[in-house]
């Protein structure tokens, strides 16, 4: 059974610094995707991570996967209060699974 | 405007009383799928389908129902509904199996 773990679950983090989201999943795939959830709202997309290497940024985000470490992680450079929300990613095989998500929390 | 679209946003109701959510994508994608959301738990798949009348399991489907007669409807039956299936529900959409996927709003129910 494919399994997706993200960590931290939960991140409290002061504006202008740096972290880093991992998320690590169990099974062989090439196809990673990270989500941005706005509590009581949907899921919007972010980024789409299609082979071994890819790196994408947007912003104060970037997303990287390696798909031999099964690893993808999505990191935040200088925090702005504005990047507070649920962060997912989500692993293709033949269907989308999903990790717990990380809820970010950005404070002055 | 490309979107998919749930109805109804906020349901409140009683063990045992038939239901279903609609979802509807204007955006001629092939696969479309349900997933509800818990606490803790993150999205898990209710069902999915990969065309018109090709519907399947998904990691949760004990207690649902879906069809797909149509390519942009994809209703999500509930026929006794029960208290653990209080939750939030997502539909999403996508072109196929290497894109991303299309989220609705979401559905957020209540079974008292």
């Known amino acids: 059974e494919l399994k997706v773990e993200q960590n931290p679950l939960f991140l409290s983090m002061q504006e202008g610094k740096n972290y880093t989201i991992y998320c690590n999943y169990s099974?062989?795939?090439?196809?990673l995707y990270w989500y941005r959830q706005d509590p009581g709202k949907s899921l919007e997309s972010l980024f789409v991570?299609?082979?071994?290497?890819a790196v994408k940024q947007e912003g104060r985000l970037m997303a990287s996967l390696d798909t031999k470490a099964r690893l993808s992680t999505l990191h935040i450079t200088a925090a702005v209060h504005d990047l507070s929300a649920t962060y997912f990613c989500?692993?293709?095989?033949?269907?989308?699974?999903f990790g717990t998500g990380t809820r970010l929390q950005v404070f002055p | 405007e490309a979107q998919v679209t749930q109805n109804p946003r906020y349901l409140i109701t009683v063990t045992g009383k038939k239901l279903t959510v609609t979802c509807s994508q204007n955006m001629n994608h092939e696969y479309m799928s349900w997933y509800r959301q818990d606490p803790g738990l993150g999205l898990r798949q209710i069902y999915y389908?990969?065309?018109?009348?090709?519907?399947d399991k998904g990691d949760v489907p004990e207690g649902y129902k879906v069809s797909r007669k149509e390519k942009r409807n994809f209703p999500l039956i509930l026929e006794s509904p029960s208290p653990n299936q209080t939750s939030l529900y997502f539909c999403a959409s996508r072109n196929d199996r290497v894109t991303e996927a299309f989220f609705g709003q979401g559905t957020r129910l209540t079974v008292v």
């Open positions: 989500a692993v293709d095989t033949d269907k989308l699974i």
């Open positions: 099974t062989t795939s090439d196809r």
């Open positions: 389908s990969m065309n018109v009348e090709v519907t």
């Open positions: 991570l299609l082979s071994n290497g």
